[in-house]
């Protein structure tokens, strides 16, 4: 049964401090989305992937986000510094085909 | 530019009733539409999907959906609501080679 995985399932962390968010695409897909889920805005497409290089990360801010492939197995997230306002869900996709994104279990972030 | 109005923020119903689940779409190219489900704390599971075929479309859990070209609507339903059909749900739009473009969401709460 493949799946997309997440790691960390949870971060709790300080305001200023590094986050990284790690997410293990479907073997196979070539698309690699990240997503942001909070009460307010809903989920919003942060940035995404196609064979590893950067198609779209209109979505992030871009002093602070990074995202990167370092390979076809590995996608990450990074966020330095973190702030309060930087804590939601976050969600990783990947898409094999031209249509069907499949969705990780999310990574919860709190900022404190 | 693709958009997605969800009608009702909020559903109730009884086990046993019909769910209807509404969505209105925009998009200048014929789009794919999805409708995800998510229960608390979890990712986002596919319930079904149109992608120019069908124009009825029938996913999983006895939920089916139709494609209205002239309302620009795919809204979603289920005969009889289950108690385990509680939960959060996105309709979401694409075209081919874009990212999703979801909803605020519906949550669905039914009870006995």
């Known amino acids: 049964d493949a799946r997309v995985t997440q790691t960390p399932r949870h971060k709790v962390t300080e305001m200023g401090q590094e986050v990284t968010m790690r997410c293990q695409p479907i073997?196979?897909?070539?698309?690699v989305f990240w997503y942001r889920q909070t009460m307010m805005q809903g989920l919003e497409l942060l940035a995404y992937?196609?064979?590893?290089?950067?198609?779209?990360d209109s979505g992030m801010p871009k002093d602070r986000f990074s995202a990167e492939m370092p390979d076809a197995t590995l996608a990450t997230l990074k966020i330095q510094p973190s702030e309060p306002r930087d804590s939601a869900v976050y969600f990783c996709?990947?898409?094999?085909?031209?249509?069907?994104?499949?969705f990780g279990p999310g990574t919860r972030l709190l900022v404190l | 530019a693709q958009s997605v109005t969800q009608l009702g923020s909020h559903v109730s119903v009884s086990e046993g009733a019909l769910v209807l689940l509404r969505c209105n779409y925009s998009?200048?190219?014929?789009?794919?539409l999805f409708w995800y489900v998510q229960y608390p704390n979890q990712g986002l599971q596919l319930l079904l999907k149109?992608?120019?075929?069908?124009?009825l479309v029938k996913g999983i859990n006895g939920f089916e959906a139709e494609f209205k070209k002239s309302e620009t609507s795919f809204h979603l339903t289920k005969p009889s609501a289950h108690m385990s059909d509680a939960a959060e749900y996105f309709c979401?739009?694409?075209?081919?080679?874009?990212?999703?473009?979801f909803g605020k969401g519906t949550t669905l709460s039914v009870s006995s």
């Open positions: 149109y992608t120019s075929a069908a124009t």
């Open positions: 998009s200048s190219v014929p789009p794919y």
């Open positions: 992937f196609r064979n590893r290089a950067p198609l779209d």
């Open positions: 979401a739009v694409s075209t081919p080679g874009t990212a999703l473009i």
């Open positions: 996709a990947s898409q094999g085909g031209p249509e069907t994104q499949y």
């Open positions: 073997l196979g897909h070539n698309t």
